[in-house]
């Protein structure tokens, strides 16, 4: 199996940073689409940021753009998701995911889930 632990969440005030981290297990991270679902409470899932196995390409959700950067190290088996300028509307559990097949925003197109990272942004 692929296991995947998040780490790097927080408490921080609008306009701070946070940098998110996801230690991936397996040989074969590589391969893997990586995505950052966030969820907050009442809404549904949904993807912020994602990366294709090389990196070359990036999704971000419109609310997200420009602030958020999502970058991977496949010799490290790490996905990283910088977030500046936080808002309070970016206050969620946000979960690394890791896909087989390629970039997309459905969370049915991931097989493989982290714990969950909580994150807060007062105002």
């Known amino acids: 199996q692929v296991q995947l632990v998040e780490s790097g969440g927080g408490l921080v005030q609008a306009g701070d940073s946070l940098r998110l981290s996801c230690a991936a297990s397996?040989?074969?991270?590589?391969?893997?689409?990586m995505g950052w679902f966030r969820q907050a409470p009442g809404k549904e899932r949904a993807l912020s940021a994602g990366i294709s196995w090389n990196g070359g390409r990036t999704y971000y959700a419109d609310s997200v753009k420009g602030r958020f950067t999502i970058s991977r190290d496949n010799a490290k088996n790490t996905v990283t998701l910088q977030m500046n300028s936080l808002k309070p509307e970016d206050t969620a559990v946000y979960y690394c995911a890791a896909g087989e097949s390629g970039l997309t925003t459905r969370s049915n197109g991931y097989d493989y889930w982290g714990q969950g990272t909580q994150v807060t942004v007062s105002s």
């Open positions: 397996g040989r074969t991270f590589s391969r893997y689409v």
